[in-house]
């Protein structure tokens, strides 16, 4: 058929039009199977977010229904423009630790400040996320090489851990972002551990342990379920127990947190690293799982799909978001084909969000720090490290390096040490020129 020959174009076609040029790519030949394999991973995941969503946002030292708040619209956004079709966004750990340590002190308790203080962070980190993915300097990420984002990592899981201690002994000790001083300050107050919070938190990480090696997607949703059923039945506030309290029912409109421009300038370090070390957290993930799935990961178009997650959780008086490495396993093993799959994630949280949040008030505390121990623990990989230090010792030292600066001197300070670390690698290697050919003359190889 000619051009001539081409039917017209009526008021009917147009909308079929306007959707093809604004639906997303995993759109095109969407079918009734993806929908259903979609479905039930998106379900999959949801049972695993909402114990971490409120864990992590506690360990960001905010109220834990922000972490219901940031599952919500961010995960909409994702979708929209995302490349991975099993990358789950949402809060992670790390990113919330980073979080507690430039909201933390600013807020001086205030939860309300610290709300308000959340979303701008949230909306610095989207801005840059978005304006490196438009200028295409999603290479950028490469600074953070594997080494630095290993001991990192590490470091900053064992930091993570560490801060959750008194929660789980039921005692007050002032946040930290690095071991000594969370060490220091546990040791102060480990004579003064409540019984009955140290029974539930020891309680909870046996249940967790044991039950994540048989039902691993499920096990932290039971234990959130049965905890908070038995601090009901049994009263456990009135024993001295620390529980969430009243949690407030419904989303809230979407609006620009009220911070000073003292805070904004405040908050950019903070916002500069997060971006960075959340960005590059979830491509790995991304990129890993797409060589199994064959899928195309673009890594300016993750940039613009997380950036715009993040502008949308700071709207929604969230957190800042990320990819996470085991929500995204499990979507993939569930068996997720698209970004759909963070839709129906995200539909399940608002769910959550209206009409369940007034049964968390019993939920114990020291279920939360349960939770957040047995999940970040994972992250701790000082086997790799070991390897990398026998296989390449200049990138191993990077990483060791890494790791005991994120220890030692918190986890902002870590990171960039990394860094500088990774590229005075690099540094010296070109100094050195090329390395010589290989040879197979026996002396040498003694």
Do not use: C, K
């Not at 030292?61 to 991975?84: D, K």
């Not at 200049?394 to 600066?405: F, R």
């Amino acid at each position: 058929m000619s051009r001539t020959d081409a039917p017209p174009r009526t008021e009917a076609t147009r909308p079929a039009r306007a959707w093809a040029r604004l639906r997303p790519a995993w759109a095109r030949g969407y079918g009734l199977w993806d929908l259903r394999a979609d479905a039930l991973a998106g379900l999959t995941v949801a049972v695993l977010l909402v114990p971490q969503a409120l864990a992590y946002a506690s360990l960001a030292g905010l109220p834990p229904v922000v972490g219901l708040w940031a599952s919500t619209l961010p995960l909409l956004a994702y979708a929209l423009v995302g490349t991975s079709g099993q990358l789950a966004i949402g809060p992670v750990a790390i990113v919330a630790l980073l979080t507690a340590s430039a909201v933390g002190p600013r807020a001086d308790g205030d939860p309300v400040t610290a709300v308000a203080l959340a979303g701008a962070l949230a909306l610095l980190v989207g801005a840059l996320q978005l304006l490196l993915g438009l200028l295409r300097l999603g290479w950028i990420t490469r600074v953070l090489t594997h080494p630095v984002v290993l001991g990192f990592t590490s470091g900053a899981a064992i930091v993570i851990a560490l801060t959750q201690v008194p929660g789980l002994l039921g005692v007050e000790a002032p946040r930290s972002g690095d071991a000594l001083a969370a060490v220091t300050a546990l040791g102060a107050r480990l004579g003064e551990a409540h019984p009955a919070s140290l029974a539930v938190g020891a309680g909870a990480v046996a249940l967790l342990l044991v039950g994540g090696r048989l039902l691993p997607r499920a096990t932290p949703l039971l234990v959130l379920v049965v905890a908070t059923g038995a601090s009901a039945v049994l009263g456990l506030a009135s024993l001295g127990v620390s529980v969430v309290g009243p949690v407030p029912a419904g989303l809230p409109s979407p609006t620009l947190p009220a911070v000073e421009a003292a805070d904004v300038l405040a908050l950019a370090p903070a916002a500069v690293a997060i971006a960075l070390i959340g960005f590059a957290e979830g491509l790995s993930v991304a990129r890993a799982l797409a060589q199994r799935t064959g899928d195309e990961v673009r890594a300016d178009r993750e940039l613009v799909a997380t950036g715009l997650a993040n502008l949308a959780a700071g709207t929604v008086r969230g957190l800042p978001v990320a990819g996470g490495f085991s929500r995204s396993a499990v979507n993939h093993q569930a068996g997720a084909r698209t970004p759909l799959s963070g839709v129906v994630t995200a539909l399940l949280m608002v769910v959550v969000a209206l009409a369940l949040t007034p049964l968390l008030a019993p939920l114990p505390e020291p279920v939360l720090a349960a939770v957040i121990v047995t999940a970040v623990l994972r992250l701790v990989d000082l086997r790799g490290l070991a390897h990398l230090l026998r296989a390449t010792p200049g990138e191993g030292i990077v990483g060791i390096v890494t790791l005991v600066a994120t220890l030692g001197l918190g986890v902002e300070p870590g990171l960039a040490t990394g860094v500088v670390a990774a590229l005075a690698l690099r540094g010296w290697r070109r100094a050195r020129g090329p390395a010589p050919p290989p040879t197979d003359r026996p002396e040498d190889r003694r």
